[in-house]
């Protein structure tokens, strides 16, 4: 996604839109870097991304056959082409054309931007809390079960992996819950089961 130049959430809803096909009883004719392609082309309409079919087509082509030089305008291109149309028309009927996904993304935004005020400014700026919680939460969606998790728990685990990973304990005494209780109601089960869910 990097090399389309496409948003955070436009990978995460390609990701959750191929968890969603692969739910189904998916087609074994349809080529499976096929239909991430269609996920990725359709994800970009559903969060307007506005990503080229030709851009994917070429960043995908030269992806997966390291081939350096984009794709001429000819038979082969236009055959990935409407392969890529075709296999979206099947992943919008497998997925019942839901395609809008709620991301926990604006979950992470919120609290990241709460617990900031808990903490002393040098201890926010020694440490990259939210750049790493954000970067769990990316990696979190190659898990085909995000896709039926709660977003604000996910959110809450991925801070709470960040923190632990630095040492880093939320300064907040002021009641007698764990921090991430404060921001959930369900955010004890954090405390009880690896990564929250």
């Not at 960040?162 to 880093?168: R, Y």
Request: hydrophobic content about 40%.
């Amino acid at each position: 996604m990097n090399k389309l130049d496409a948003k955070a959430t436009t990978g995460a809803t390609a990701l959750a839109l191929f968890h969603r096909y692969n739910q189904g009883s998916p087609d074994p004719s349809y080529d499976p870097y096929l239909i991430a392609c269609s996920c990725i082309y359709l994800s970009g309409k559903a969060d307007n991304d506005h990503l080229k079919l030709r851009d994917v087509i070429n960043v995908t082509q030269t992806t997966l056959k390291k081939n350096n030089e984009p794709l001429d305008l000819n038979d082969e291109y236009y055959a990935i082409r409407e392969a890529i149309v075709q296999a979206e028309l099947l992943l919008l009927r497998m997925i019942n054309f839901k395609v809008q996904v709620e991301h926990p993304h604006k979950y992470l935004l919120h609290y990241l931007k709460s617990l900031k005020e808990w903490f002393s400014p040098d201890v926010w700026e020694r440490y990259p809390v939210a750049e790493t919680s954000w970067s769990i939460l990316q990696d979190f969606y190659h898990d085909p079960s995000v896709v039926r998790l709660d977003n604000a728990l996910i959110s809450l685990a991925c801070i709470k992996v960040a923190l632990q990973s630095f040492g880093i304990a939320v300064p907040y005494s002021k009641i007698d819950k764990p921090w991430h209780s404060v921001f959930h109601p369900k955010g004890q089960l954090i405390s009880k089961r690896p990564f929250g869910v």
